[in-house]
């Protein structure tokens, strides 16, 4: 999977037009700049790209001539002599379908191209509904919401986030262990079920597409993401703005990286993951809660002062900042996000765990890497999904077939 940040690294300047290859990466970069970072006038583009006036011109009717941009209309800019210039933006009404299966609601939506969540809609269950249950249910939200959304919206496609492992290449659920599905071929059956091509992902490799196109690692081409959810901690590395797969796309599972060798049993067999030693269920007994909500997490963990929960925090965080040093080192990335229960760990632990990312074992010496709190929260799965199925379809503004 290539994703374009906010480098223009598919631009050369001054490129030849003529060039078929050259003139669709060409369209490929500013319509993904247009879809990640929102309104900008033909000026900004030209900035941006290092194309000429007259190449911008070009590419832009040829994006909205295929509907994939529009123009906003004229907006003067304050103090500015002469032609008012008018923003460009992706059309919000190429869409794709987002689906985040969780263990007690589905959740259903449809996401414009500039990443808006157009339509939303929860779907509560009292128990993981299984792989089948999961295909009715979104097949009954999408059919009311397509009639809702009138023809002028153009769906191309649909992602489900799926918490466990996925087989990228062919859509299978291997296996999510807190939905109870196995061996579940869920892309191929959401695709009759919706006819519409459906891409499948680890919901970790998710939400780390998600902050790099529109979150708090926009811009940046690397990325170490980890997220803390009740099913455990996944994580997703963007290197030079590429997707790490591995084989069979597994490549992520931060979880299962081993941090004490004195600690607690994981399901995976081991002694001290990352997953067993620091978690939301271990926290959770110290605030008297069974349950808690990010937003009402910051608010405990901000005014928490038992000196157990502290002492339990101090243990986390500690853990959590040993891994974080081994995967700074092991990937060398310009920003890392926290998301989900390692994101409240953040907000109270600021400094020890910048201390983590920024300080060499080896050299010693510090390093300016950014340590950024996931900031989609509610959307991100949503936004992450819809971005599979549009870097697979829209955005390489692939020629269409000739006659
Ligand atoms: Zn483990």
Redesign the pocket.
Request: proline content about 0%; hydrophobic content about 0%.
């Given at each position: 999977m290539t994703t374009t940040g906010g480098t223009p690294r598919a631009l050369v300047a001054g490129a030849h037009s003529s060039n078929d290859f050259m003139r669709q990466r060409n369209l490929s970069a500013v319509l993904t700049m247009l879809h990640h970072d929102g309104p900008q006038s033909r000026a900004d583009l030209v900035r941006r790209t290092g194309l000429t006036r007259s190449t911008i011109a070009v590419l832009a009717s040829e994006l909205e001539e295929l509907d994939l941009v529009r123009a906003l209309g004229a907006t003067a800019v304050p103090g500015q002599v002469g032609r008012p210039s008018a923003l460009l933006e992706a059309n919000a009404q190429v869409a794709a379908i987002a689906i985040h299966p969780e263990t007690d609601a589905i959740t259903v939506g449809i996401v414009g191209l500039g990443g808006e969540v157009l339509r939303r809609v929860r779907y509560d269950t009292a128990e993981p509904a299984t792989a089948r249950e999961t295909v009715r249910i979104v097949r009954t939200i999408v059919d009311g919401m397509r009639a809702d959304l009138g023809a002028e919206c153009r769906i191309v496609g649909a992602g489900i986030a799926v918490p466990g492992m996925v087989n990228t290449s062919d859509g299978r659920v291997l296996l999510a262990p807190h939905l109870g599905w196995k061996n579940e071929s869920i892309a191929a059956a959401l695709t009759r079920a919706l006819g519409v091509s459906v891409v499948a992902g680890n919901d970790a490799s998710v939400g780390a597409t998600g902050e790099f196109a529109f979150g708090a690692a926009r811009g940046v081409q690397n990325l170490v993401y980890v997220n803390g959810t009740p099913s455990g901690i996944g994580g997703g590395v963007i290197i030079d703005g590429v997707l790490l797969r591995g084989m069979g796309g597994f490549a992520g599972e931060m979880?299962?990286t081993l941090v004490n060798s004195s600690g607690t049993r994981?399901?995976?067999?081991?002694i001290g993951?990352l997953?067993?030693e620091v978690s939301l269920e271990r926290l959770l007994p110290y605030l008297g809660r069974e349950h808690i909500d990010e937003d009402e997490l910051d608010i405990a963990l901000g005014l928490g002062r038992d000196p157990a929960l502290l002492r339990e925090l101090a243990h986390q965080v500690d853990f959590l900042s040993e891994a974080l040093t081994n995967f700074v080192n092991l990937f060398s990335p310009d920003t890392v996000v926290l998301a989900g229960y390692l994101g409240s760990l953040l907000s109270v632990s600021r400094e020890r765990l910048t201390d983590a990312v920024r300080l060499s074992p080896l050299g010693g010496h510090v390093r300016s890497i950014r340590l950024e709190r996931a900031q989609l929260r509610s959307r991100l799965m949503l936004v992450g999904a819809a971005e599979l199925v549009f870097e697979r379809t829209v955005l390489p503004v692939l020629p269409s077939d000739p006659g």
């Open positions: 979880g299962h994981c399901h995976c067999g081991r993951c997953e067993t």
